[in-house]
């Protein structure tokens, strides 16, 4: 009871939300429904009545949105508990049931004691309240939940940031050949049956090869810094500075002054561009 109520339940466009389904289902609510004897209020037609009746309802809302309006601003400054958060609505519901028992009974001449209006009042708006309000709440709940699902999905799916990442490289029996920091490498380029890993090394270029395929360096390293270009270069995507898209294709430029260029070809070129899109992101 002393945990914060969950933020989706403040933001402006959820309060928004809250206050036109409570409009809305209250409407419904009153005509089909028919609580406070509101049948009785106007013997008019049904067109009129419910012309009527809405004015009414959306009258006793205004108390909803004042409140709201209030909550919005002094949670802008304070936190709000669990515990306040329902005799806040505890609150509302009686100032909605106050309003509907005097217009009981000064509007419409109601002669039963104002105590038993009152009464009749609270559990009628209970309903008109409560409801919209939990089901919102679950619709929520629901959808916050599916946001932070995504949101971790992605998170699996960027690559691990390099810090203190070391990238073991094997050869075709599985034997451990090469431990670099993943930082330090550059890229990998084919070489017949070999692979040449590129990496820094006391500050210089140095180079180490490897008796395995590129197709297998790739697999190794899915979902990680380490993305193939083309058919005989796998590059490492924390070195590239600069994508540049010209008529021929798509080039990569690495900050090292000393290495070349990297074409992509049509083959990479959509799986570089989406990689490079969750780099920016």
């Not at 289902?25 to 209020?41: D, H, K, T």
Request: charged residues 20%; hydrophobic residues 45%.
């Amino acid at each position: 009871m002393n945990q914060k109520i969950p933020e989706y339940l403040n933001e402006k466009e959820n309060l928004i939300r809250l206050i036109v389904y409570t409009a809305l289902f209250a409407l419904v609510f009153i005509n089909i429904y028919q609580p406070f004897g509101s049948r009785n209020w106007f013997p008019v037609s049904e067109i009129i009545f419910f012309v009527f009746s809405s004015l009414v309802i959306l009258t006793g809302v205004l108390v909803v949105v004042i409140s709201r309006i209030i909550m919005y601003r002094y949670t802008r400054k304070h936190d709000l508990l669990l515990w306040q958060y329902i005799i806040w609505v505890v609150a509302e519901i009686v100032a909605m049931a106050l309003f509907y028992s005097l217009f009981g009974s000064i509007i419409l001449n109601d002669a039963r004691p104002l105590r038993e209006i009152m009464r009749q009042s609270v559990i009628n708006t209970s309903l008109v309240l409560l409801l919209p309000y939990a089901t919102i709440w679950l619709y929520l709940s629901w959808k916050d939940k599916n946001k932070k699902l995504e949101n971790l999905i992605q998170d699996d799916s960027k690559p691990e940031k390099q810090s203190d990442q070391v990238y073991n490289f094997f050869d075709e029996k599985k034997e451990l050949k090469l431990s670099v920091k993943a930082d330090q490498v550059i890229r990998i380029d084919s070489a017949d049956n070999y692979v040449k890993v590129h990496f820094l090394n006391k500050g210089k270029i140095t180079s180490f090869m490897i008796r395995n395929t590129l197709l297998s360096i790739e697999n190794d390293f899915a979902n990680t810094t380490l993305i193939r270009c083309n058919r005989s270069v796998i590059v490492n995507f924390d070195k590239v500075k600069v994508l540049r898209k010209e008529q021929d294709g798509i080039y990569l430029s690495l900050d090292l002054a000393s290495v070349q260029d990297i074409p992509v070809t049509k083959k990479y070129a959509g799986r570089v561009l989406s990689r490079f899109s969750n780099y920016s992101a």
